[in-house]
T-cell receptor, first 109, second 112 residues
Framework: GIQVEQSPPDLILQEGANSTLRCNFS?????LQWFHQNPWGQLINLFY?????KQNGRLSATTVATERYSLLYISSSQTTDSGVYFC???????????WGAGTKLIIKP | DTGVSQDPRHKITKRGQNVTFRCDPI?????LYWYRQTLGQGPEFLTY????????KSRLLSDRFSAERPKGSFSTLEIQRTEQGDSAMYLC??????????FGPGTRLTVL
């Protein structure tokens, strides 16, 4: 089945820093999404981005479907950005999302 | 609408017991998903409902697991004869389309 790899696995930054998280996937997909899981376990959908670039405030994401990767950019990090960021893909003709193992981000004040 | 709710939030049970979890989706959402998440991992898909029809089941969903969504509203996930390996966070999500799932807070199961 399709493989989803995220890097780096862990990232520790000072408040105000910028970061780039990467998601590689092994086959073509219908859909790619980025999620944030806060320290209390709540998952929030950040972006639906099968291709192209989207921005929402300090966060933006780019997916290059032909090269099978996606990037999540976080600018001017805040402590509330801490948590785990997951990339999830929907393989062709399938309802389920296949998730990466996540990038654990810690923002220090 | 207050979002997706799950009950209970925590469940501790002894090996061999049966447990049942409930998920109440956002009212207008016709799609409902169950996922399982263990520590340090991303969620794993378990099953998917569109309205009351269960359209997809993962091979992870052994015969000890059963899910229902009567009348296309709330859903229940039952685990029979629990094993220690069933300990995990069980997440429910609902959506109008695959692209935009809203997740509940999860039910954390501990099997002793």
């Amino acid at each position: 089945g399709i493989q989803v790899e995220q890097s780096p696995p862990d990232l520790i930054l000072q408040e105000g820093a910028n970061s780039t998280l990467r998601c590689n996937f092994s086959d073509s997909v219908n859909n790619l999404q980025w999620f944030h899981q806060n320290p209390w376990g709540q998952l929030i959908n950040l972006f639906y981005i099968p291709s192209g670039t989207k921005q929402n405030g300090r966060l933006s994401a780019t997916t290059v479907a032909t090269e099978r990767y996606s990037l999540l950019y976080i600018s001017s990090s805040q402590t509330t950005d801490s948590g785990v960021y997951f990339c999830a893909v929907e393989p062709d003709s399938n309802y389920q999302l296949i998730w990466g193992a996540g990038t654990k981000l810690i923002i220090k004040p | 609408d207050t979002g997706v709710s799950q009950d209970p939030r925590h469940k501790i049970t002894k090996r061999g017991q049966n447990v049942t979890f409930r998920c109440d989706p956002i009212s207008e959402h016709n799609r409902l998903y169950w996922y399982r998440q263990t520590l340090g991992q991303g969620p794993e898909f378990l099953t998917y409902f569109q309205n009351e029809a269960q359209l997809e089941k993962s091979r992870l969903l052994s015969d000890r697991f059963s899910a229902e969504r009567p009348k296309g509203s709330f859903s229940t996930l039952e685990i029979q004869r629990t094993e220690q390996g069933d300990s995990a966070m069980y997440l429910c999500a609902s959506s109008l389309r695959t692209a935009d799932p809203f997740f509940g807070p999860g039910t954390r199961l501990t099997v002793l």
